[in-house]
C-alpha cells in the first residue's frame, strides 16, 4: 500500500502550510537527505496550540499537538517531492521540543504523538531515531515544535 493510499486509509487530511516567517526555509534537499523546518503546533482550524505542559496542558493533550506537528512534517515533505511521497525512503530522526514546566518530565510520551503518526503512514520506514526535549519557551508560546530528516529514494 502506498503512503497517499495510507494516509486515505487512515482518514488523515493533511493540513496546508505556510511559508516561513523568516530568513530560512521550510525544507532542504542535501544529497539523499530531506531536512524540514521545525513545524508547530496548529489546530484543524489553523489555531496555535498554545501553553506549557505540566500547567496549562496535560501529556494527552500535548500527543495531540505532537500529532499536528507531524502532519505538517508530512505536508511539507510532500510539498518537498513535488507531491509524491513515494520518493520517500524513510524517516531517519524527529527532533521535539515541548513547552513544559521544570517538573513536568513526560516529554517522551508527548513527543510519541508525532512518532506514532509517522510510523503509521510510513511503516517500518517510519521507524526513526528521536530526541524529546522540554524547553521554557517555544515560538509564539506553541506547545510542541518537531523537525524531521528524511532519507530519499
Wanted: charged share 20%; net charge positive.
Amino acid at each position: 500500500m502506498s503512503y497517499e493510499d495510507k494516509i486515505r486509509v487512515l482518514k488523515i487530511n493533511l493540513p496546508n502550510i505556510n511559508n516561513p516567517v523568516g530568513s530560512y526555509v521550510s525544507t532542504k534537499v542535501v544529497g539523499k537527505l530531506l531536512f524540514i523546518s521545525g513545524q508547530i503546533s496548529i489546530s484543524e482550524n489553523g489555531k496555535l496550540i498554545t501553553g506549557k505542559l505540566g500547567k496549562d496542558l496535560n501529556t494527552e493533550e500535548g500527543y495531540e499537538a505532537a500529532k499536528r506537528c507531524a502532519l505538517n512534517i508530512i505536508s511539507q515533505s510532500k510539498k518537498a517531492c513535488d507531491n509524491d511521497l513515494s520518493k520517500i525512503k524513510s524517516c531517519v530522526r524527529l527532533t521535539g521540543f515541548v513547552n513544559s514546566t521544570s517538573e513536568f518530565n513526560e516529554q517522551p510520551k508527548v513527543i510519541n504523538g508525532a512518532s506514532d503518526l509517522i510510523v503509521s503512514i510510513f511503516g517500518e520506514a517510519g521507524k526513526h531515531t528521536r530526541a524529546a526535549v522540554s524547553v521554557n519557551s517555544l515560538p509564539f508560546g506553541v506547545a510542541v515544535e518537531v523537525d524531521a530528516i528524511f532519507e530519499l529514494n
